[in-house]
């Protein structure tokens, strides 16, 4: 019988807040060490957390989104653990009495859909962060980390395949990404992911666990789940047992870190600082939250293929950021067709909001303009696109844009005739191949006018001209 792969995750997820979990410290990322502390996240005695709102009202938004059912009452709870960059010696998490429960997602491909539950997703504050390599020979330590508020999300072990983890993991991030919930950076440490994974045959219960840790990329994570996986399916089959052992795979290699804990392990009780968190009275209502998501990515991709016939993949695509899919519609609102705006959304305008580190210089009722010109004959594509980049840097109306530029797309017989009788004088071997039916050089023609033309020459005019010219 062959093994079976079970893979269960656990996404810890920043919250796009300005201050902490409970306290008023800045979240900000990069401010020197040790800079954004004070007495509640360093755990100095007599201090005491208060809840952030807002990070509540993200959580919520997050919970509602996976499908989850969000409680009305939940606890927070110290998860006792000691470690150099934990001042408190304990973390306020969730354990017995989460924010959220019994969600489910769906992942995958047509034909490869696959059903994900969500066992839990819980808030707590994060540790602060130690570096091993700032001072020779000992640890240093930034507690500008501690108590920066996280979601915590729980899967069930659900997933079989390593190829599966990553496509979940890559959806999760859309959506919170989508919600504006967290921008999850994984670079600054605004997602990170642990995996379980154990093996087992056919009809077996669950097999024993183990985990890795410090996955810095949905690729690494791919990569250490396959490396788990044909460890133990290697120790099974020659009869070892598996030992309940923590990895890391920071160096592309899987290492033991130590024995794994359990739950008993960290010693959980409710904190006796904070009382149970009640979400009315916090001002949060988890059914007028559920009233104002958006349209959350898979149905508004749906919508698309239904409403604008586009593909699959185009609206995969185009509903991959809300940002992008606002602007996408925002342009067919403005008269763009859909499938040329898709393809031009999908195309220059993603290749340019690259260069200007992700915002849109060209407007969406300007492109709708600019593909009209094309749609008109006006301009061809290859002139659109040397005005769609003068576009992005003045904010001018696209039509004056060509007619400044000299693109405006010339229909004048002569004009174009001149082009195509210059260019077929200068290939006389390429034409006498074109004539004797090698067809495929009616596209080097084609793009020998265009040169020639500078891009304005009417394309359909310059087809039905050098057929005429060559007799074909």
Known sequence: MTWETVIGLEVHVQLKTQSKMFCACSTRFGDPPNTNVCPVCLGLPGSLPVPNGSAVRLAVRAALALGCTVHERSVFARKSYFYPDLPKGYQI???????????????????????????????????????????????????????IPLIEIVSEPDLRVPADARRYLTFVKQLLEYLDVSDCNMEEGSLRVDANLSVRRGGEALGTKQEIKNLNSFAAAEGALEQLRDAQIAARTRGDPIALTTFTAATGELRAMRVKEESHDYRYFSDPDLPPLVLHAAGIDSAVEAHTLPELPPARAARFMDAYALSEYDARVLTASRSLADYFETAVTHGAEPKPAANWVMGPVLAEAKTASGSYRVSPARLARLLALIGDGTLSTQAAKRVFAALAERDDDPRDVAARLGLVQVADADRLAAWVDEVLARYPAEVERYAGGEARLEGFFMGEVMKASGGTADPKAVHALLRARVGR
């Open 93 to 147: 998490s969730q354990f017995r009495h989460p924010l959220a429960t019994r969600g489910r997602v769906e992942i995958g491909e047509p034909g490869h859909a696959v059903s994900v539950r969500i066992a839990r997703l819980h808030l707590e504050e994060d540790a602060g962060k130690s570096f091993h390599d700032r001072v020779p020979g000992l640890t240093a330590v930034d507690f500008n980390r501690c108590g």
